[in-house]
């Protein structure tokens, strides 16, 4: 028998989707996009009746991702999606069962391939969109040391309902002698159970930094076939900014091919439809 405590291993994902609305009334565009986040009613202990990531409890039998993949597959019926671990969340007391030690994982999915189901223990899923605000709270600097607080406001609106969650969490960024040491602690959890407010903020910015540093990451949450316009509007939704379209185009060239295809019903004329190029991305 080991002399050591042993943790239970989770995995707990963050899945976004480019959620499509209405129409817009401007007859030349596509209909609106927002990012939104899989969630999950719990159905028991603990935190009944609040929302949850995805996820689940590891298997002897598996690593991890194999745990991440599993958990995908039964709450979404994907299983391509772009998956990635992102960052281990392990205070003390963040889990009333026990010792649980979770690795969040970021997932990308395509809206329309994914069939939402709420597993055994749940009572529902749902899409909510999702909005982050950052504001910074303090910023110290001296020669050798430096404390930056930021804190973050989460907003996900239930897409159905119109039910809405909003939680707050303050991240803290200590530096000395230039090496950092970055905390977080929940402000606000609002109906989002055990430290999911703390695991969707830091997985959002890991997508706005992905994002922003080398782009093709927003691939992966597109349909097979896209039009430019709706490329560029996921980009302006996860990045928090309106881009130039010549600059934005002469920058995703490359990953992309344009089709023989069009789609029609959202302007005075058919958009022309892309796909990957898939040699620009396994080059």
Known sequence: MSRYDRPS???DMAVFAILTGEAAEEYRKDPEQKLGILLIKRGGFPYKGYWALPGGFSAKDENL?????????????????YLEPFGVFSEPGRDPRGWVVSQGFLALVDEHDTKVSAGSDAGDAAWFKVDVSRKELKK?????????????TLRLEHRETGE??????????????????????????????????????????????QAADAGRIIFDLMPEKFTLYSLQDAYEIVLGEKL?????????????????????GVGHRPAKLFKRNLDAFYD
């Not at 110290?140 to 973050?152: D, G, P, Q, S």
């Not at 991240?171 to 602690?185: A, C, D, I, L």
């Not at 130039?244 to 029609?264: G, H, Q, S």
């Open 164 to 209: 809405v969650i909003e939680a707050e969490v303050e991240e803290v960024k200590t530096y000395n002698n230039h090496h950092e040491t970055v905390s977080y602690s929940i402000l606000e959890n609002g109906l989002l159970a055990f430290d999911h407010a703390e695991i969707i903020v830091r997985a959002f910015m890991s997508l706005h930094e």
């Open 244 to 264: 130039l379209t010549p600059n934005f185009r002469r920058k995703i060239a490359p990953y992309v091919i344009e089709t023989n295809e069009t789609i029609t």
């Open 9 to 11: 291993l989770t995995a």
């Open 65 to 81: 991702h194999q745990t991440a993949m599993r958990e995908l597959v039964e709450e979404t019926g994907v299983d391509t999606a």
């Open 140 to 152: 110290h600097v001296l020669k050798t040391k430096a404390e930056i607080k930021t804190k973050y």
